[in-house]
């Protein structure tokens, strides 16, 4: 008797304890993470948000805020926006100053910032010869702009000539014809305020693609950290999106930018849409491709449209001395790597070789 009365109490006990366990999953299961994703056309690229949260509204909110945000950037940092800020300080250089909003005013001195940081590779001051190329989706034209064209609108990129007042908040681009072009940090950006919105909203984990501009916080649900693939910028089947790297990022930005994304073959030569800012002309050097690591997308954007204006070793050791990470691809399929970013990249496609260096 007295070991069956045990025997029941411990019995009990067991099934209390399974009762309990399988409580406990059950709720684990209806209350698990999951990725919840949305690609849009936004910024005039495929944009997708991936949440991880257990609530499907949650994770939807999520999204809208997200996608809110980069399409309220979209208006305020668009070249092509007429009403935006930036058009009208351009509108009005060498006439007079232009009161602007503090968002604004910041976006213009960091990006000025990055063109001191890479002695005037990123250029923000850069418009009349993009305005002559005409790359954008908006201005389409396959194109070479006269020789004279753009001797005329070099004189008009200088970006020590964007003049500041924090003080009223205004911004004065001192020569007539002057004009800002922040495209090659709007992404970068609109992907850094995006995941901020969808951070705020107490959501744990997310990863934001402007195209090639992510930024990422948090893990997956499996608790590995995101994993991210670089776009191979010369793919077999040009029609399929395909990566030769990947590599995991945790609580930081990865941009790319490259030779393949805007661009046109005129008589076999390639032109595309990063200019550097000595010639007028689409980049010289060896890269066709360059991916950069660092803590915000507004940062990894403006240095790896930068870099490209480089030779890729002097890229590499630039990106070293400004506590960047970075990967760059060359014609030969070469891959040139930060050493803080040795061994945690991985090359899937066997046409690209590391060159150790
Ligand atoms: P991304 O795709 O981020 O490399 O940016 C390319 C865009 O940046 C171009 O479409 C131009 O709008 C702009 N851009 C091109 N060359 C430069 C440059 N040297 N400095 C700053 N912006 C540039
Ligand atoms: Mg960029």
């Not at 923000?124 to 034209?141: E, M, N, Y």
């Not at 924090?166 to 090659?184: A, I």
Request: charged letters at 30%.
């Amino acid at each position: 008797m007295r070991y069956n009365s045990k025997f029941k109490v411990q019995n009990s006990k067991f099934i209390f304890t399974f009762y309990l366990l399988l409580f406990t999953f059950l709720l684990g299961c209806a209350k698990q993470d999951r990725i919840f994703r949305e690609s849009r056309i936004v910024m005039d690229t495929i944009t997708t948000i991936n949440i991880v949260s257990p609530s499907k509204e949650k994770a939807k909110e999520g999204i809208e805020k997200g996608f809110a945000e980069i399409k309220r950037l979209e208006k305020l940092l668009n070249y092509f926006s007429p009403d935006s800020e930036i058009s009208a300080i351009n509108k009005l250089s060498g006439i007079r100053p232009v009161k602007v909003s503090k968002e604004t005013l910041e976006i213009i001195k960091r990006s000025l910032e990055i063109a001191e940081a890479t002695g005037g590779a990123f250029n923000p001051t850069i418009g009349p010869v993009i305005k002559l190329w005409r790359f954008s989706r908006q201005d389409k034209a396959d194109i070479i702009p006269s020789e004279e064209s753009i001797r005329d609108a070099l004189e008009l990129v200088d970006y020590k000539k964007v003049r500041i007042d924090e003080r009223t908040s205004e911004v004065f681009l001192e020569m007539k014809g002057m004009e800002l072009d922040l495209g090659g940090i709007a992404k970068g950006y609109a992907a850094d305020r995006a995941i901020d919105v969808i951070k705020e909203m107490g959501i744990k984990s997310a990863l934001v693609a402007v195209a090639g501009d992510i930024k990422g916080y948090g893990r997956r649900p499996d608790q590995m950290a995101w994993n991210v693939g670089i776009q191979d910028p010369r793919p077999n089947d040009e029609k399929r999106d395909s990566v030769f790297a990947t590599l995991y990022l945790e609580n930081m930005a990865i941009s790319t930018s490259g030779d393949y994304q805007r661009f046109f073959i005129k008589n076999g030569k390639r032109y595309h849409h990063i200019i550097d800012p000595r010639t007028g002309y689409p980049a010289e050097s060896s890269t066709i491709s360059v991916s950069v690591i660092a803590d915000d997308g507004f940062m990894t954007d403006g240095l790896s449209t930068a870099m490209f204006i480089f030779p890729p070793e002097r890229a590499i050791t630039l990106l070293e001395s400004l506590g960047a990470e970075g990967v760059i691809v060359d014609r030969g399929k070469n891959v040139y790597i930060t050493r803080g970013l040795k061994g945690k990249i991985k090359i899937i496609n066997e046409s690209y070789h590391s060159t150790g260096s």
